[in-house]
């Protein structure tokens, strides 16, 4: 038989349901479009100082790989939100894509069964499930958006999304950030370095022209015109963290060219909690520190917290408990709802 020219390595290629019949099996109600628009609006002013009476705090797991977990977490969470509302704007972490350091499992659309079959068309169909279920429980919902087709297919139901550290610098990332819909956090790099950030930043809020996929799931040519809703997202790395006053400071003023007026988002997680999730209430006290004291160009904080406290390790076909992290460690909820009280009470002296 002779040597294949092309497609040598490819197993298999399995077509996807089109975007527009996905949305069709999970139709957005007019409640859940207004929340999303409604809650982008809302960041929208607080990034463009619009609204400097609030915080943005994006709370929730590190990932969801339990959905009926994810809607008990949901449930709490709301009654927060409702509570704080005049002081914080609270989105979900909703987090279903994973990209991971070598290999691993890559998060709920990738592999909704945790079992390595990798179904994607069941994890895309699951994953806009979940987030229709949490938008109806009236919490909006952020993603970190990895594979570029995905926001076709979800990111209606997104009103906050994130460009990770690992990708980062990658041109697709920030072409396809340039089109989103909706505000951008963008981490500095897993180096820690805040370059990267700023420049990917300035690169999502100008227009491109890229290959992608259509709501009919064709092939096509994106023309974007930038998305000026973008802010940068600092999350340590490289064995530092990057959150003390000096750090933001440097991060506020090298942001002021884009006109942006609270561009800082810290991430209490991850290399600034040297990946102790114990450590992630002291580094948002921290934050609210440096906000009492008159730092007004932070946006807000990221925590990710899931049920439980902690992480468990995840083999296929293991038993797992319910609303306990099988990625990174989080805090529980006791400590989610303590530390969210009190960030909004820093917020306070600010409407006063």
Known sequence: MPE???????KKMTPLISPHALKSRHVASPAVAGLVLDTRHAIRDVIHGRDMQR????????????????????RKLKQVAD????????????????PRTTVG?????????????????AGLDLARGTL??????????????LEPVVPQYIADLVSWAAIGARTIESQTHREMASGLSMPVGFKNGTDGSLEIALNAM???????????????????????????????????GGGTTNYSPADIRRAVAQAADESIVRPVMVDCSHGNAGKDHTRQGHVCREIMRQFR?????????MLESNLKPGKQTWQEGARLQHGVSITDACIG??????LLYEVAEAAQPVRA
């Open 202 to 236: 300035l690169s999502a809020g100008r227009p491109h022209s890229f290959l992608g996929i259509n709501g009919a799931g064709m092939t096509a040519i994106i023309k974007t015109s930038g998305n000026p809703d973008r802010h940068i997202v600092l999350r340590g």
């Open 293 to 301: 004291d008159g730092q007004t160009g932070i946006i807000g904080v």
């Open 4 to 10: 294949r020219i092309d497609n040598r390595n490819v």
């Open 132 to 145: 229709l279920r949490l938008n109806s429980l009236g919490l909006p919902c952020a993603c970190e958006m």
């Open 55 to 74: 915080l943005v705090a994006v709370v929730g797991p590190c990932s969801i790989h339990d959905p009926d977990a994810a809607c008990d977490y949901a």
């Open 333 to 338: 909820w006791q400590e989610t709802e303590e």
């Open 105 to 121: 499992w890559k998060g709920l659309i990738n592999d909704p069964y945790l079992d390595g079959s990798c179904d994607v068309a």
């Open 83 to 98: 509570r704080t509302s005049e002081q914080l704007v609270i989105v979900m972490r909703a987090y279903f894509e994973k």
